[in-house]
């Protein structure tokens, strides 16, 4: 039923769109045109009443007399919902490739495609070159305040600007025909000249659908970190998955996590996690596409200087340009964590004040070999109680991506 909610949706604003607005072959006489129409609009009417089946033996034949770009968009929601994902998959991608197609019809031909993705299993892989002002989050200071007396910093020898290669893969696969249980995994490896700001990340483990509750997943999973060949962290943890039916073009996820940090290096910085997301996003409007995003955060480690809670706001917008065929992707978040106790080295308790920005651009009709070129620029900053803690920092990325 979401689906097919979401198929009336777009069917609905794809009526009126001009430039998937029906077409006939040359010479055509004006009483085939009218018969083309009608038998068109008898599809569309199959699919209001959820009969996808005789929709396809409508479209088809349609689409084989007239190559209407329109007709094969219509066809590949039919097959999408008899769950012929292969030929759909491929009729939505050869829409998706005209040139004039309409970036609000592209972006629901990309939900389809995610889903798609999401009932057959994915894995996608990126590359990239990516760079780092500041790798150690070194504090800007050059005075703090330790235990009453100030102090100058002497910025590490090895701080400093860095360039390397990252290499990511990302993967989703359905264990069960029912799709009642999944695997997942994403890993990114990020190698920096002398190694020393070597990374290499990754989170994997399955996904389980709830019975009566087709939106919630319950999951399980590893997140863990190396840094310069040596663990960083490990993150063992439980929690729930869940995406809301879509409603009048509107969106709702959410994600809970919980678990047992473990930081081998510091174990004074163990603790246990609670890590809440929600995200929602927009129906388009004014030739723009928003969403925002909510966090909640809560750690208890041994000691109470060490325990925190916190939270973020951040949302995007995004800026689909016919005129450059180009997407541009505005992101903001600004976030605050509160620690619980007085920071027996500092002597003063520790709050920091986060702030993210990025800017992202992409050719959406751009390949190279098969990989979608991107190119990116964040700046991160924290402000912190204790001077220590205050850093920023600018990044910059170039990736291919799959």
């Given at each position: 039923?979401?689906?097919?909610?979401?198929?009336?949706?777009?069917?609905?604003?794809?009526?009126?769109?001009?430039?998937?607005?029906?077409?006939?072959?040359?010479?055509?006489?004006?009483?085939?045109?009218?018969?083309?129409?009608?038998?068109?609009?008898?599809?569309?009417?199959a699919?209001?009443?959820?009969?996808?089946?005789?929709?396809?033996?409508?479209?088809?034949?349609?689409?084989?007399?007239?190559?209407?770009?329109?007709?094969k968009?219509?066809?590949?929601?039919a097959?999408?919902?008899?769950?012929?994902?292969?030929?759909?998959?491929?009729?939505?991608?050869?829409?998706?490739?005209?040139?004039?197609?309409?970036?609000?019809?592209?972006?629901?031909?990309?939900?389809?495609?995610?889903e798609?993705?999401?009932?057959?299993?994915?894995?996608?892989?990126?590359?990239?070159?990516?760079?780092?002002?500041?790798?150690?989050?070194?504090?800007n200071?050059?005075?703090?305040?330790?235990?009453?007396?100030?102090?100058?910093?002497?910025?590490?020898?090895?701080?400093?600007?860095?360039?390397?290669?990252?290499?990511?893969?990302?993967?989703?696969?359905?264990?069960?025909?029912?799709?009642?249980?999944?695997?997942?995994?994403?890993?990114?490896?990020?190698?920096?000249?002398?190694?020393?700001?070597?990374?290499?990340?990754?989170?994997?483990?399955?996904?389980?659908?709830?019975?009566?509750?087709?939106?919630?997943?319950?999951?399980?999973?590893?997140?863990?970190?190396?840094?310069?060949?040596?663990?960083?962290?490990?993150?063992?943890?439980?929690?729930a998955?869940?995406?809301?039916?879509?409603?009048?073009?509107?969106?709702?996820?959410?994600?809970?996590?919980?678990?047992?940090?473990?930081?081998?290096?510091?174990?004074?910085?163990?603790?246990?996690?609670?890590?809440?997301?929600?995200?929602?996003?927009?129906?388009?409007?004014?030739?723009?596409?928003?969403?925002?995003?909510?966090?909640?955060e809560?750690?208890?480690?041994?000691?109470?200087?060490?325990?925190?809670?916190?939270g973020?706001l951040?949302?995007?917008v995004v800026?689909?340009?016919d005129?450059?065929?180009?997407?541009?992707?505005?992101?903001?978040?600004?976030?605050?964590?509160?620690y619980?106790?007085?920071?027996?080295?500092?002597?003063?308790?520790?709050?920091?004040?986060?702030?993210?920005v990025s800017?992202?651009?992409?050719?959406?009709?751009?390949?190279?070999?098969?990989?979608?070129?991107?190119?990116?620029?964040?700046?991160?900053?924290?402000?912190?109680?204790?001077?220590?803690?205050?850093?920023?920092?600018?990044?910059?990325?170039?990736?291919?991506?799959?």
């Open positions: 039923m979401r689906r097919f909610s979401a198929v009336l949706a777009c069917v609905a604003a794809l009526l009126t769109c001009p430039v998937l607005a029906e077409e006939a072959p040359a010479g055509m006489q004006p009483d085939q045109g009218a018969t083309y129409q009608a038998r068109f609009l008898l599809g569309v009417e699919l209001h009443a959820g009969n996808p089946m005789r929709a396809v033996a409508i479209f088809e034949p349609l689409l084989a007399e007239t190559g209407s770009p329109r007709v968009l219509e066809l590949a929601r097959l999408y919902l008899l769950q012929d994902y292969e030929r759909s998959e491929q009729l939505f991608r050869e829409v998706l490739a005209r040139p004039e197609l309409p970036w609000r019809v592209a972006e629901n031909i990309r939900v389809y495609l995610d798609i993705d999401m009932a057959t299993g994915y894995v996608k892989f990126s590359v990239g070159v990516v760079s780092d002002s500041n790798p150690r989050n070194f504090t200071s050059r005075e703090v305040m330790i235990g009453g007396q100030s102090l100058t910093v002497v910025p590490p020898e090895d701080n400093r600007h860095v360039t390397g290669v990252r290499l990511s893969v990302r993967g989703y696969r359905p264990l069960d025909e029912k799709h009642r249980t999944t695997a997942f995994f994403t890993a990114s490896y990020s190698d920096f000249p002398g190694g020393t700001f070597d990374r290499l990340n990754g989170d994997f483990g399955l996904a389980r659908a709830v019975p009566g509750l087709p939106w919630l997943k319950a999951k399980a999973g590893f997140e863990g970190a190396r840094l310069d060949g040596r663990t960083l962290y490990r993150f063992p943890y439980v929690g998955l869940a995406a809301m039916a879509p409603s009048d073009g509107y969106r709702l996820l959410g994600e809970l996590k919980v678990g047992r940090l473990q930081v081998l290096q510091m174990p004074h910085l163990d603790s246990d996690n609670l890590f809440l997301v929600g995200k929602l996003a927009y129906p388009p409007a004014l030739g723009l596409a928003f969403s925002n995003e909510a966090t909640l809560r750690a208890k480690a041994g000691e109470a200087a060490y325990s925190y809670r916190g973020s951040g949302g995007s800026w689909p340009s005129t450059w065929d180009t997407r541009f992707t505005l992101y903001g978040a600004a976030g605050v964590r509160k619980d106790g007085i920071d027996p080295f500092f002597g003063d308790r520790r709050q920091d004040t986060r702030f993210t800017l992202d651009l992409l050719r959406p009709s751009l390949r190279i070999r098969g990989y979608r070129p991107q190119i990116g620029v964040v700046y991160e900053r924290t402000d912190s109680t204790l001077d220590f803690f205050s850093f920023s920092k600018l990044g910059l990325r170039f990736q291919l991506e799959s």
